[in-house]
């Protein structure tokens, strides 16, 4: 198999662009991207995108969305796992270049969440979780981590506190990320003091969705300086699910997916979890940024709150997590998260990272989940 | 690259099944596919689906689906390019498997069309088709391809009773499958005197849509033998697009990704269009059908009407197309499709295929197209 590299990267702002389409968002990243790459020939492009046949009633959006980038020969594909839909984009792009079948590949997310109402937002945000039973009897995403938080705070003895901790982290990195959805800074009183959603989820426990495109041009290592002076590798990729019902889980306090993509992508990079200087993981809740932290083996379990309280996960900390903001506070368009993470990593590595630039920046580690982690990928990249 | 070989297939009857759920019709074919392999383990699984989101309102159906047969932790993803889906999950396992990421992979097609109503179901259908201009105004798919037809009747002075003689010639086949949603025959008069849909395109121009699951397990050929004493090689395979909407081509004739898929797989296969001994085709509609053949490069550009005529098309003559009965008869369950095709088509190479078998049977192509062809995918397979 080849060594694969990002050769060109780019990314909207997150928000709410009620003046763009779908597919005006994914041309302003993509065109960037490839012109960031010298405007190479694409071989294929996967677009990782959960929720345009609901929010455009368009199918087939791969076919659209090459299109409008006036690239129409090229296979494009969609993929579909909810919001873990970029991080499974990113890794069928990687398996195309590895594999040797494609040679320069376009990898795009993109989520265009401000074309339906709130209502229809909501309905369609509860499409993610099991529906003949788990959403047929009123249970929501909401809910889920709501149940999980509830049992993990009981279980540790951990307060909301330190939940509120976690979400002030995200909004100070976030500050410093002008793409970032929320990017201003917020005090634990303000956390603490937010409207429940679901008890004992408050509304800044939770990632605000939103409109958003990121991309990055994948080729082989060995041709990547013929595109850019700044290649990053993409030294290991994994990739696991786990059921999609929350009732069919023995612990709900791990997400298995996590466990296993994170240990297949380490063994295939020859690192070790100690050898990575930042991460980017999927905390859609505050409760779901915390299971990462402790099923990558980041941080023991049920310590991640005191963590927080001590800086470990700060930028000026040892172990610097969601760089970005997080999906809490850079925010989170669904199906184009994973993706984000791609480009907001590679931007580190590449010591392009603005004001929240860190040093030393050699190798990270992103994690992108769909839902309660039904599906995992996790990529670890590295400078060259 | 590693050779790939089907070790393990079964599809369901394609029909209206009112008593089964889309996790019931996938169980039903995945689990007697894992069968005929001996029940490996599985590495990996690719879907192809194209409407569950809108018949169910699930997201993220690979997970449910790969739950659904005990199957609860490797990755398992979703790919939809509509009525393409099939073809493309195919292409992603296929890929999988060559590229040396993994060893056994399942590849899934499953379509569960009788949920919604049939007022739905039109709705769904017409999501294929371009939406902010062609849908916009009131095009239908139905519409594009009778605008197709009708210009094609024209530029080549074919009658509406060429149609007919091929959709006589599919129910023949269908006649011979116990798979099919349609196993009868018809007459041309039967044909003919059908309700007109979108002038020139009659109700027997079409194909119904039904539900269905297929499913073929994938592995390096060097291994196939440990899983099965009847291995077919998908010897090549290949992938390309086209623009989502009509008023895009310069030519509505030709489907430009036919050409080009086909081209990457026969060269892929080292084989040439002659060497093929049969053929299943995208005929969504009879006049798909037609142009499959003449994209393909089988039969000349205008001629299929004749070609049918003298039964160069039969299971008896000298280019056998669509044993199954194709999409007009064996059924169309949409982003199940593309992995129909491969089953039927690796059970002829195995001599399984019953009252339809031909002889001899080495050497098949499969093409599986999305709406008017924006994707298109064509795999080259072989008797071991």
């Known amino acids: 198999m080849r060594r694969v590299a990002i050769c060109g990267l780019s990314m909207c702002k997150v928000g709410n662009h009620y003046n763009k389409s779908l597919r005006e968002l994914f041309a302003e990243a993509t065109l960037d991207a490839l012109e960031s790459a010298g405007n190479p020939c694409i071989d294929a492009m996967y677009i990782g995108n959960m929720s345009a046949s609901e929010q455009t009633y368009q199918k087939n959006i791969a076919s659209l969305l090459s299109n409008s980038i006036g690239l129409n020969s090229k296979p494009s594909i969609l993929l579909e796992c909810a919001d873990g839909s970029g991080g499974a984009a990113l890794y069928e792009g990687y398996k195309a270049v590895s594999s040797g079948l494609h040679d320069i590949v376009l990898v795009g997310g993109v989520e265009k969440m401000s074309e339906a109402t709130r ?6 945000g509860s499409m993610i979780i099991e529906q003949e039973c788990e959403a047929f009897h009123g249970l929501s995403l909401d809910g889920q ?14 307060s909301k506190r330190h939940f509120a901790l976690f979400a002030v982290q995200m909004h100070k990195h976030a500050a410093g990320n002008r793409y970032a959805h929320l990017p201003y800074e917020i005090s634990v009183e303000d956390a603490l003091n937010m409207q429940t959603i679901a008890d004992p989820v408050t509304l800044f426990d939770t990632a605000p969705t939103g409109d958003g495109a990121a991309a990055v041009i994948l080729c082989p290592l060995e041709k990547a300086r ?4 700044n290649p990053v590798e993409i030294a290991g990729a994994g990739q696991a699910s786990d059921t999609l019902a ?5 612990n709900i306090l791990t997400f298995r997916a996590t466990v296993e993509a994170s240990k297949i992508a380490l063994e295939s990079s020859k690192l070790k979890i100690s050898d990575i200087n930042f991460f980017e993981v999927h905390d859609s809740y505050t409760i779901s940024g915390f299971l990462a932290l402790e099923d990558l083996g980041i941080i023991e379990r049920g310590k991640v709150g005191h963590a927080v309280e001590e800086g470990l996960i700060d930028l000026n900390g040892p172990l610097p997590t969601n760089l970005s903001g997080g999906l809490k506070a850079r925010g989170h368009p669904m199906g184009a998260t994973g993706v984000y993470q791609a480009v907001e990593s590679a931007l580190q590595l590449q010591g392009q990272a603005g004001k929240n630039q860190i040093d030393p920046a050699e190798v990270a580690l992103i994690h992108n989940a769909a839902g309660i982690g039904s599906i995992v990928t996790v990529h670890v990249l590295k400078r060259v």
């Open 145 to 158: 981590f709501a149940l999980i938080m509830r049992y993990y705070m009981h279980h540790y003895n951990v």
């Open 246 to 250: 929350l009732y069919d889980r023995k």
């Open 226 to 229: 013929e595109f850019t002076e």
């Open 119 to 124: 209502g229809e937002n909501r309905k369609i």
